[in-house]
């Protein structure tokens, strides 16, 4: 059967890969054909060679909802996250449908990793009971269906460090058990083998962590001990996953004790993150400053990297709507972002993916 009728299957394919992923499961239901055509791995590297990947990043956001019973547009934020999913290159938002067993919404403080096609949705508390859950979901974008995954393992975790490496493992690292005591335990999950794997301990707790995966390594950054409760340190300790082990812990990676949440991982090889007011990059052992942050961003809740630009969320004050700029990491130049009010509610965690 031929893909398209009269057409070669060269000219054929290259229709298909011009498609937008929102219209995947509309492609698929055409014919059998199609269907296997969108779900081939060389289908959606031959997207991403030929420059037609879509670049999106997708967040846990507040919902955002307006309330009228004034004659006034007066945002009214549940505590409900939904998912969210902004493009890079038409600026457009959208929202995800959530699991069926989500009626409530997203897991509060979940964690978002991105592999491949496939969103993974990891931990966080039950919002109707707050429970710590170790559940995995993942939604894959082609099919647009919801599929359950193994459990994480070694008892609940929450606050942790969680990362893709965009080829198919998500590591997790640190956080806190139930008893408020920080974890030095880290494992690694196989999206497309649904399975878990121990890695070695850490050299030290850390709750509240940042983990990236940078030049080929699973970074953990920050966080604290639990004696400390709050006072964050400023190592990191990097994963080799080629060696399988851990390496020193390098005590000065921060210049201050923070919270390292806004560190993001470059595609040029730096790390970035938001010191103060500023946008501050290290390549090497310093950390250079490239920009100062606009002044209606004060009080920022998301940063991530894609494909030269840094995105950066935030608002103007406590409670204020989020907005949203880009930084062009070439010409350090601000564009701020049209953010639709029902996409400016706060963002707990996010990933980026191509489809």
Known sequence: MELISGLPEDIARDCLIRVSYEQFKTVSSVCKRWMKEVELPEFHRLRKSTGHGQKVIVMAQARVEPDWSFGL?????????????????????????????????????????????????????????????????????????????????GGPRTFFGCVSDQVGMVYVAGGHNDEKMALRSAVVYDVTKDEWAVLPDMAMGRDECKAIFHAGKFHVIGGYYTEKQGRFERSTEAFDVATWQWGQVEDDFLEDGMCPRTCVDGDDEAVYMCKGDDIVTKEGSTWQLIAKLPAELCNITYVATCHGKLLVIGSPGFSQPNIAYNLELKTNTWTRLETPIKFSGHVQSGCYLEI
């Not at 934020?77 to 939904?82: E, G, K, L, V």
């Not at 457009?92 to 592999?115: I, K, T």
């Open 73 to 153: 547009m007066k945002c009214m934020i549940h505590p409900a996250y939904r998912l969210t999913v902004y493009e890079s290159e038409t600026c457009n938002w959208m929202e995800l449908p959530l699991a069926p067993s989500m009626s409530s919404g997203l897991p509060m403080f979940c964690q978002l990793a991105g592999v491949g096609s496939d969103l993974v949705v990891m931990g966080g508390w039950d919002p109707e009971t707050w429970r710590v859950s170790n559940s995995v979901f993942i939604y894959n974008l082609v099919s647009a269906t919801w599929r359950r995954g193994v459990d994480m393992p």
